[in-house]
């Protein structure tokens, strides 16, 4: 048997398409045969050093995807396979495991650390495999060099897999202090101390407990800040790695240190490897993104609120830290800008500086502004675009009053590079400060507006002038107007844009139908902007959006008539069908209402014809705008709405299938809502269908989480449109709804993400039964609903209790019980007087500061007094 | 380990506009959903403030039952008004509009003062329905409440027309009697008009707002692009002599489907009301006498009645005047709900009064009634309809009546200029 597997690894690998084919299903055929069988044999070739490299990597490799897989559902079947392997085949795997860790060859070795990691990932949660750790440990001290090394890589990789919480105290600090005498100068193994620098990368989350310790604590710094020294290049690389992890897991810790490691990273960025020199800079964003954090969360007002103080380390290193980060500005790549992948020293140098403004709000401006007026108009266009992008990065977090004077007297100057920089490089940078100088600068809440009657003119020309410039220029230049069009978004029926209005869109088609709009993403900004201008526009210039329509119907018709397209040419024409179909989506939101609405829907049957043609092309992007542009068009058709939905219906149902591509399968849960407010009871010939859909999303494994609470929300508004003929799938929803409620009333322990997710859960669950108990009132079937309203007030009650809710559950909890005192009325009056949710509850509500919570109970507080007087 | 990726996003937007779209939509979906179930609440409240409007509903009770409530909810729920109850869908636009129409009772004797307290007029063959314009639109829902069209209209707000509806906040209620064979709206109420309220006032002061205001909109010219259905206010006399021969015999635009009587001093009272008659005879109607589904008249008497707890059969009156009642084993035994409408014919035995009042009939179960149908027939209908058979009430006995009155009402003035 073992001779077979070795040629067949070897036969999956073949250049012979026959052969690899044929050892590759033969390989499947043993796994789902024998599964215990297979993983010995895979095991044991892994295990045996007199077996080819190539066969044993792979052997490791299809272990590996035997114990894991991407998919949660996939995952799961796999470790509970794993789980159900008998005793000895797993103890068997296991030894071969560990003894491959000794093996002298390196990949070997490497894979059995990986497949050792996710073994332990499945077992100690369930504590099983309990000495693996001592044993791992005991390899520490066991000579030679490289069974130490690929210990440590494996401690790693266990730290990555394993939670904290299920391994033992004791065991984390033998583990950590592994990692760190393996990190110590005095290791004298590059490799390993290589190893042992990675693994404490992974191993920092389970440090709580020695971070609290200054002794400890103490040692760890100072040996990854010695190990930052290292003459190896990518021992110096890990060890930043540990600081930037540090940062931000242990911010609160820093502050003994961060003056060390302010020297330790400013010589790194200056003189060290690029590839330091990259997470030294990182370790300052990090450090931003800690206090931006925490200083948001004081919000101004309740200094000291915050779980974290805020150290202001940014603030202290500022003399020092800008002008550090400024050098970098000049080590300008000659065309970063047109390479999409593009990551260097400059650009991390300019985002950190742009962060440290975040940070620290007016104090940067000193020390930034001598930098920009001494290099803005030398010949050099390194220190012109260094100077420009230092101005665009720090235009984000002092305040307007700051920055007004220095901007206004920018502004002209930038039109003018603009307009007459030689340097691609320099017109891109400055497109791009006059997009943010846009995004912060201008809008409604600005004093002084930056864009006046005076320069208005010419900022819009320059930037049409811009937009025909290389495809990275013109594309900053959409940007730019993007936000010039969002600042005037609430700006009232008068629109300064109004005169510019037609010559903008004109300009922003001609750049999305320029030849080499593929090209830096220039088709899409000019979308993008063209949206934005749409979004922003007043009925001053309605007649104008309306003539947009038959411009880009024909554009997206156009689309759907290309020939033999080559894959490359057809995922292009994708991308450029999910634009026009977002453009169309924009409009319909601003034109199907007054007073355009009844020109604008002469154009519906068209527009509704192709999007319908668009679900014909494969493409999840493009369907995801189409169903969003048809959820826009039936809330504004109304009834009328009515005549598509024959041909349409089938696409919806197709859209609910979508597991996979779960964003299209939530986009179309949420257009089945849009429907059903626009159709009314003329949806109903279409509930058996979208129900049976529903209910089976709901009972889907496959299914992402984040697409269930909205389908609880979507019975609702089912039940709302179609009233009592809701009766038929009572027995249905119902049963679904009460096993969400329990899982759903109690999240405590969970973290943060998932308390949120179970909030969102309550929600549409409780958007359920508000739909329900409204769409049955008056109606004679009332009573059908009675038998649900104890457990309904219990899942009120507990939610209540848990004290966990959030703004939006709070809402729809009190809403909840007026509607079910509303429907139900005298038949509930005693069990509503039994609520603690009628009582405390609803008191709280009473009294909150938001008034729709408050509105709310007011409400149901209404409901009630009428239910239990009569 | 490979090195971890540190890369942040370089001179782009955090969000992309698809994301931003994606979002806009979901805002906007939950917006309107919470619009939907707020306006399901306000119906409920809105049915409060109805109620707290009978008669039969002390008001200070219903206060004292929620003494709590600050004046932030109390005008709240008293401003829920048509405008927003235009704003409902569905079943509870349905169920809300069956009810906001001022229904008249069957003249089944001639009141008093007709002369000098009442208005005539001839009621126009067609579909009696409530037109609602507002925000750009104009919908009109027959009895049931369920839609009949959904159209532009010249009236106050009823098409989305820049400059000529007024403010985008007017809206206009009017009750009409949509005419088939001239696609015309008659319009015979005005309950408001662009945002002002006239449930509060006398059918006098209606009926003069509604012939001088209606004009003006130019909504009474034929149908154009903006305009689809052409509107005609219902020409109304004083019911004395000349006006009861002009709007009984007087040539007009429309077929006529009986007279209507309206009590000049009643404000608009949804529901039934005895300050409202129609009467029909033969020669002002084609329906005098009630047709069944094949458009003739049965042999007998058809009604319908609404069954209640315990087998009570009663008419759709406020309060409700029992008619007969139901054995509890048929009940059971035919799977009726009690709520539901019930189809009788009315046996050789008759309809019995005493002193002029009901005191039993003669029924035969025939079945439920069809859905399309909200109420049960009104004691008057039931009444009208058996004297209809039986011993109608002429034209001949109004204008009696009328002169009688007359000769009373010139008596005295005789003799003061004496």
Known sequence: ?870 | MAPHEIRRPFKRRPISDQQKRRELSLLRQSQHRSDAQQRARNLASSVISLQSSSPDVDPEILFEAVPELDEGTESESSSFDVRQASRLRGPEARKWFARQLMLPEWMIDVPDNLSRDWYVLARPAGKRCFVVSSDGTTVSRVRNGSILHHFPSALPGGARKKGASGPANSYSILDCIFHESDQTYYVIDMVCWRGYSLYECTAEFRFFWLQSKLAETGACDPPSFYHKFRFSAVPFFNCDQSGLHSAYTGSLPYVKDGLLFYNKHAHYHTGNTPLVLIWKDESCSQYVIDTDNNGEVPDQQHIVLELQEEGKLVTSDDPPVPFSCLNADFVKQSGLLSGSLIRFAIGDGGLNCVDGRFEKADLQYIGVSNRARAFADSYSKIMFQYMARHSPLKVEDLASTISHENQQDKTPEVEMSD
């Not at chain 1, 800008?337 to 440290?356: K, P, R, S």
């Not at chain 1, 004093?447 to 819009?460: K, L, M, S, V």
């Open chain 1, 1 to 870: 048997m073992s001779m077979e597997v070795t040629q067949l690894l070897i036969n999956a690998q073949s250049i012979d398409g026959t052969v690899r084919k044929h050892a590759e299903e033969s390989l499947k055929q043993f796994q789902e045969q024998n599964l215990a069988g297979f993983l010995l044999s895979l095991a044991g070739e892994l295990a045996n050093d007199e077996k080819p490299v190539d066969s044993r990597k792979l052997a490791g490799l299809v272990l590996k995807n035997a114990l894991d897989a991407k998919e949660q559902h996939r995952k799961y079947e796999l470790v509970q396979r794993w789980l159900a392997l008998d005793m000895s085949t797993k103890s068997q795997i296991r030894a071969f495991l560990l003894k491959t860790l000794s093996s002298p060859v390196p990949d070997v070795r490497s894979t059995a650390s990986q497949v050792i990691a996710k073994v332990a990932g499945i077992e100690l949660p369930q504590k099983q495999w309990p000495e693996l750790i001592v044993s791992l440990l005991s390899n520490i001290h066991q000579l030679p060099a490289h069974v130490k090394q690929a210990t440590l890589e494996t401690l790693g990789y266990l730290c990555e897999e394993v939670s904290p919480d299920v391994v033992e105290q004791e065991h984390v600090n033998k583990i950590l202090t592994a990692v760190v005498q393996g990190m110590n100068a005095a290791e004298g193994n590059n490799d390993v101390r290589l190893a042992a620098t990675r693994a404490l990368y992974m191993a920092l989350g389970f440090a709580q407990a020695n971070f609290n310790n200054d002794m400890e604590r103490d040692y760890i710094m100072r040996v990854v800040c010695e190990a930052t020294l290292s003459p190896e290049v990518k021992i110096r690389q890990a060890a930043f790695e540990c600081l930037v992890s540090i940062a931000s897991t242990y911010y609160e810790k820093l502050a003994h240190y961060i003056q060390d490691i302010f020297n330790i990273t400013a010589k790194a960025v200056r003189e060290d490897d690029e590839s330091v020199a990259l997470q030294a800079i990182e370790f300052w964003s990090s450090i931003c993104d800690e206090e931006i954090d925490i200083l948001e969360e004081y919000g101004g007002e309740f200094a000291g609120d915050s779980d974290v103080p805020c150290f202001y380390f940014t603030k202290q290193a500022l003399p020092g830290l800008v002008p550090l980060l400024l050098e970098t500005l000049l080590k300008q790549e000659e065309d970063q800008d047109l390479d999409e992948g593009a990551w260097n020293i400059a650009m991390a140098g300019g985002t950190c500086l742009g962060l440290v403004a975040k940070a620290v709000g007016d104090d940067i401006v000193p020390h930034v502004m001598p930098f920009i007026e001494e290099k803005i108009s030398k010949p050099d266009w390194r220190e012109r675009e260094a100077a420009t992008y230092a101005f665009g990065s720090i235009l984000e977090g002092p305040s307007a009053d700051r920055l007004m004077a220095i901007v206004n007297a920018a502004l002209t100057f930038m039109l003018n590079a603009l307009t007459n920089d030689p340097s691609n490089h320099v017109k891109d940078t400055t497109a791009w400060t006059l997009g943010r100088i846009f995004e912060f600068l201008h809008g409604s809440t600005i004093e002084t507006p930056i864009i006046t009657q005076a320069n208005c003119q010419q900022i819009i020309t320059v930037l049409i002038q811009t937009m025909k410039d290389a495809p990275n220029v013109a594309e900053k230049a959409c940007g730019a107007l993007y936000f010039l069009a969002q600042g005037y978004e609430d700006i009232g029926p008068n629109s300064p844009l109004t005169p510019y209005f037609q010559e903008i869109i004109q300009s922003l088609l001609s750049v999305a139908h320029r030849e080499d709009a593929t090209e830096s993403r220039l088709r899409t900004a000019a979308y993008e902007a063209l949206n934005e201008v749409v979004r922003c526009s007043t009925d001053e210039t309605s007649t104008m959006v309306l003539q947009l329509v038959p411009v880009i119907m024909l554009e997206l018709h156009n689309t759907l008539e290309g020939e033999k397209l080559s894959m490359d040419e057809r995922e292009k024409q994708n991308e450029l069908q999910g634009l026009l179909c977002g453009c169309l989506q924009v409009i319909i939101q601003k034109l199907g209402s007054e007073p355009t609405k009844y020109m604008f829907m002469q154009s519906a049957d068209q527009m509704m014809g192709l999007f319908l043609r668009v679900f014909g092309c494969r493409s999840a992007t493009a369907h995801e705008e189409a169903m969003l542009a048809i959820g826009a068009l039936a809330y504004a058709a109304g009834p009328d709405f009515a005549k598509y939905m024959p041909e349409f219906y089938k696409y919806l149902e197709m859209g609910l299938q979508n597991f996979e591509e779960y964003q299209v399968c939530a986009v179309t849960v949420g257009v089945v809502g849009d429907i059903c407010r626009a159709l009314e009871d003329k949806v109903l010939p279409y509930c058996d269908g979208i129900m049976t859909q529903l209910l089976k999303d709901l009972s889907s494994n496959q299914l992402h989480r984040s697409v269930k609470p909205p389908i609880f929300s979507c019975f609702g508004d089912i039940a709302l449109a179609i009233g009592e003929d809701f009766e038929k799938y009572l027995r249905y929803s119902m049963p679904m709804l009460q096993s969400a409620a329990e899982l759903s009333a109690h999240s405590s322990g969970a973290d943060d993400e998932m308390t949120e997710y179970t909030n969102s859960l309550r929600n549409g669950i409780l958007e359920a039964y508000s739909g329900i108990f409204q769409g049955f009132k008056n109606s004679p079937k009332t009573q059908l609903l009675i038998p649900f309203a104890p457990h309904i007030l219990q899942f009120l009650d507990s939610i209540y209790m848990e004290k966990d809710m959030d703004e939006v559950v709070m809402k729809t909890a009190i809403g909840v019980l007026g509607d079910l005192a509303d429907t139900l009325g005298s038949h509930v009056g005693g069990l509503i007087q039994q609520s603690v949710s009628s009582k405390e509850f609803l008191n709280e509500c009473l009294s909150s500061d938001d008034h729709t919570i408050k509105e709310a109970a007011e409400w149901a507080k209404h409901a009630i007094t009428r239910a239990i007087s009569v």
